[in-house]
């Protein structure tokens, strides 16, 4: 009886046992038919990385779905191998995929939870998982995972199934595989990482979030510990070396920025390009690597000179009063908040960051940031004046119309403010600012290879990402008149040409048939009489641009300037002489090229090479990068130079324009101390401020001006306006170069001439000064012969010998 009753048993076992055996082997064919290829593994190519690099070699910016650097597995530490090995999978070097152990162990415990809440996955078969199985959490998942583990290690190696695991795991806070985790948290690449740092990575794949050494210190360094334990008891490390990483201060860097934010706009409209030219999907992830012609020092010097620039002006138009004003309860809320985001990212000198009023003595204003305590000059806060200090009652009683010209300025006002200097108890020396509300931009180019080397498109790519170099056309006013000139000199005029400075009236028929009149007049509402060319452009006369434009053609002139770069629609009339074309700064300034370049226009260029994510060039501005032509998938940036105007009438602009800065609207660049040619820009309504100017390396404009058009205010020219940019700008950016002077043309002539009627003098003559001009065109008359100047036509005087 119990023979029979154990033999039944035995073949009901049996029977289940090969039952099972039936049901897993029809599984597996039916699961396995429809699983993928592993063989695609082989080939590991995941979502990198797309870097746009400065002009050094720098990262400006990055650019990525997954933010992922694919390292091979021969830079990783062995610590960091072994570390991973220990926390997630202690028998991947002996199984062949599956740990049955684990897996039975898992099972258990999922059994008793009723749910699956552990999964005894090896390394191999999270890799399965990772990049060929969704994520679900299901028994049927599990089983294809284990087929596709051991498909895997009859297909790669274990070195190769690490290599895969170990860069495309999520580590937290965006980072994807051990690369980027390094980064990440200890600001240095992966060889570099300590025993210490790498335990602390072989952390978080269990749960990235919850260990996140950013927000969960101390959960980080537990998990850490158990890692340096599980390490121990592999035989990976010995007890000793645990001890001594245990004891190891860890210190949690933030990774750099992956945008340098002075640099935005530029890395913005590189970005837009690449898409344009390569589609979204590659660029974000296949690794480009794009290498511009941005300076980083003459970036970061433009980025502060516009900033500088437009917090001046906004300075002298007043103060707007705090951003808002807080009650008692609500400033020890907001400060609560400050001080843990400081601990993150402390105060550094130059920093603007708010700040909340709490008192004041006669010496200064007395302000808490977070938990700390910090003082405004009162000479750091006297751009403000009138204003009134007071208390919330006072404030709170004081009817709004009692104010009068005044803005109060109540405790609890959180005001915006620029650390001047942290002091060694923690306080800060402070100094008073507000947000400007005017924009300005700033694009400088080396004007031999056309290539951008600064581009500021606004005050802050943050709050503004309309890129006003490239986006915004304005009109340039005076800062036209150079192109007037170069092609009235093309016509004959010269420096030393005399034109009557006196007023003239337009007639001009409307649409509607009735008579209105113009009456240009002068930026001082007065008139010079006999003016030579040169102090015209020197002194930005409007009328006697308005007689020259006259003279030469509105459509000679208009396609002058079309050969010179102007692309935007040009306004055929006379008052083009007065800027009323609108242009990009980008546009005015590859036109000022052509007079730096000795008459050579070059298009203006920011990409140099891009490479793909093995190294190979696919485009480049440098035809030695392909000796043989481009091959498939490659391009030629090719950079179209081309002679619009003789070196002699560029060179005579130019010296014309360093009459500009030496005696004209432009002499705040004489505090440059070198050559330099420049020229002023204000419209008429002063909605407007240029400046252009270029040594022989470089040209540079700066303009400013409210988005909605609206004035600047009084005396807000070109002159205080824009040229305070341009001189910080050029100062910083041609610090330690060589100073060089403007190359003369060998057909040059210089002669010395009377400046009341541009007429020859001897040399000795007092008052004489030298002139220059283009060959054949100097004066053959001298002025002592004359006695006195006879006017040809009512604005064009004596040309006659010229």
Known sequence: MLRRIVTAIGLICLSGLLLASIGLVIAYLVVSSSLPKVDTLADYRPPVITRILADDGSVLAEL???????????????????????????????????????????????????????????????????????????????????????????????????????????????????????????????????????????????????????????????????????????????????????????????????????????????????????????????????????????????????????????????????????TEADQQEFLAGQTESLREHPPKPGDILPAVLTGWNDQAWVVAIGDRRGLIARKDAAWAEPCRLM????????????????????????????????????????????????????????????????????????????????????????????????????????PATMILDTPIIYQETRDDGRQSEWKPRNYGKKFYGPTSLRTGLAKSRNIITIKILEDIGVNYAANYARRLGIESPIERDLTLALGSTAVTPLELAKVYCVFANGGIKVSPTYINRILDRDGNIIASSDPADFPNGPGEGQRLLQQKRERVISPETAYLVTNLMESVVQHGTGWRARALGRPVAGKTGTTNDLKDAWFVGFTPDLVAVTWTGFDQEKTLGKNETGSRAAAPAWVSFMYQALRGTPVKSFQVPDTIQFRPIDPRTGLLVPEDTPGAVIEAFAPGTAPTRYAMDESRPRARDFFRLDLEGN
């Open 64 to 326: 990525f779905k997954e933010r992922r650097v694919v390292v091979p597995v021969e830079r990783m530490p062995e610590n960091l191998i072994n570390a991973f090995v220990a926390a997630e999978d202690a028998k991947f070097f002996q199984h062949r995929g599956i740990d049955l152990a684990s897996i039975l162990r898992a099972a258990i415990k999922n059994i008793q939870a009723g749910g699956i809440v552990q999964g005894g996955s090896t390394i191999t078969q999270q890799v399965a998982k990772s990049l060929l199985l969704t994520p679900e959490k299901k028994f049927s998942r599990k089983f294809k995972e284990a087929i596709l583990a051991w498909r895997m290690e009859q297909k790669l190696s274990k070195k190769e199934i690490l290599s895969i695991y170990l860069n495309q795991i999520y580590l937290g806070h965006g980072a994807h595989g051990v690369q980027a985790a390094a980064e990440n948290y200890f600001d240095k690449n992966v060889e570099d990482l300590t025993l210490a740092e790498c335990a602390l990575l072989a952390g978080l794949p269990q749960a990235p979030s919850r260990y996140s050494p950013y927000r969960h210190f101390d959960r980080a360094r537990d998990r850490q510990r158990y890692v340096l334990r599980r390490m121990v008891e592999n035989g990976f490390i010995t007890e000793e070396e645990a001890e001594k990483a245990r004891a190891e201060e860890l210190v949690i860097l933030a990774r750099s920025r992956q945008t340098l934010p002075e640099a935005a706009y530029f890395t913005e409209q590189v970005r837009r390009d690449l898409i344009a030219t390569y589609g979204k999907d590659v660029v974000y992830t296949q690794g480009l690597t794009v290498e511009t012609s941005l300076n980083l020092r003459m970036q970061h010097a433009a980025h502060l000179a516009v900033q500088k620039n437009l917090r001046d002006y906004d300075k002298r138009h007043g103060y707007r009063g705090p951003r808002r004003i807080l």
């Open 391 to 494: 208390t919330r009652e006072a404030y709170l009683k004081t009817p709004e119309e009692a104010w009068g010209e005044t803005t109060p300025v109540p405790v609890g006002s959180v005001l915006e403010v620029m650390v001047g200097k942290v002091r060694p108890d923690g306080s800060f020396e402070l100094r008073l600012e507000q947000t400007p509300e005017v924009q300005g931009a700033l694009v400088a180019i080396d004007p031999q290879s056309g290539r951008i080397r600064a581009m500021v498109g606004g005050y802050d790519f943050g709050q503004s990402q309309f890129n006003r170099t490239i986006q915004s056309r304005r009109l340039p006013g005076s800062a036209m008149k150079p192109l007037i000139y170069a092609a009235a000199l093309d016509r004959g005029y010269t």
